[in-house]
């Protein structure tokens, strides 16, 4: 029996490994560069660390290091981060149907390790079939660890790379373009992704602060459904 156990355990470990390994790959250069500009905002490797831990939000990151940067107020960043992370409650909604039934102990554990990563490729095998949520748990904390050691060691280096170097700025942008890219499954994906970043930028010119973020994905996925849900009706889809 415990040997069977302990096979059963490995190969959980394996399989949530194996599925994690890319979000991993994409999160170390990632994590330097967050940990790179959180020591030119005046953060240190442990203020960087406790940052990762606590948050673990890369986007949110990346705006409270600028707005530190920039002197911003400690109800301003706070304000501002949470507006931002507000997309998790979306992603929530989504997991909750495969994770139906699990203790809240154990939903408190995964919700700590759900990002944008994780969720994408945990929601994908979760609908292919054949995953569980402990596999899906190896996925999100795998990504945990690997970005707290990221970021901590970019802030380490941080003195020997000059402001803005190799294009560092750009890093978080480039990987959310990457997970749109892989989500565009169907011409309907890339109708809903277009309306989205078209309400965005037409609320980021007119509303202050990032809350359109938020708005844009809100008022996106709203759309999606229903057009989804008139499609169908008509047996279109």
Not at 154 to 179: E, H, K, R
Not at 201 to 224: E, F, M, Q
């Amino acid at each position: 029996m415990a040997d069977r156990t302990a096979e059963r355990n490995r190969g959980i470990l394996r399989d949530g490994l194996g599925t994690a390994w890319p979000i991993c790959l994409g999160y170390i250069p990632i994590g330097l560069a967050l940990g790179v500009l959180a020591q030119k905002a005046g953060l240190g490797p442990l203020e960087t660390a406790l940052m990762s831990t606590l948050v673990f939000a890369g986007g949110s990151q990346f705006i409270a290091v600028a707005m530190i940067k920039s002197g911003a107020t400690l109800v301003a960043i706070v304000a501002t981060t949470f507006m931002v992370n507000l997309r998790h409650a979306l992603m929530s909604s989504a997991l909750a149907l495969p994770l139906k039934g699990v203790s809240r102990r154990f939903l408190a554990l995964f919700a700590y390790g759900v990002t944008d990563e994780s969720f994408a490729v945990n929601m994908a095998k979760f609908r292919a079939g054949g995953w569980d949520r402990w596999r899906a748990l190896v996925v999100n904390h795998a990504a945990n660890l690997t970005w707290i050691v990221s970021t901590v060691a970019g802030a380490w280096v941080g003195d020997f790379i000059p402001a803005g170097a190799f294009g560092i700025d750009y890093a978080l942008t480039a990987m959310f373009i990457c997970l749109l890219v892989f989500q565009l499954r169907s011409r309907f994906y890339a109708i809903v992704a277009a309306f989205s970043g078209l309400v965005a930028t037409a609320l980021y010119v007119t509303i202050p602060g990032n809350s359109h973020i938020v708005i844009a994905a809100v008022v996106a996925a709203t759309a999606g459904y229903a057009l989804r849900r008139s499609r169908s009706a008509r047996g279109a889809l």
